[in-house]
């Protein structure tokens, strides 16, 4: 079961990340430097609820951790899209 997959996009198994919380992350971006769950294609939004509910659960903290910000851009655009908005302009 330690070999689950949790974040799809970094290959981040629930192994790394209760490895992680044991070694002290208990937050979101700290999990995030710690095993990089949350930085792939998605950033986070397919993985991020269950690695919260798997730090409240391993941390045992009645209050939610701390969760990760969006970064930009906040919809993944294909190079392709780019390349042709500068050709228009």
């Given at each position: 079961?330690?070999?689950l997959i949790v974040c799809r996009c970094e290959g981040v198994r629930l192994s790394d990340i209760l490895r992680?919380?044991?070694?002290?992350?208990?937050?979101?971006?700290?999990?995030?430097?710690?095993?990089r769950v949350g930085m792939g294609y998605c950033q986070g939004r397919v993985c991020q609820a269950a690695v919260r509910n798997l730090l409240e659960?391993?941390?045992?903290?009645?209050?939610?951790?701390?969760?990760?910000?969006?970064?930009?851009?906040?919809?993944?655009?294909r190079l392709k899209d780019i390349i042709n908005s500068k050709s228009a302009e």
């Open positions: 079961m330690n070999d992680a919380a044991d070694e002290g992350a208990s937050s979101m971006p700290g999990m995030k430097k710690r095993v659960f391993r941390v045992n903290h009645p209050a939610k951790p701390v969760l990760q910000r969006a970064q930009a851009p906040v919809r993944p655009i």
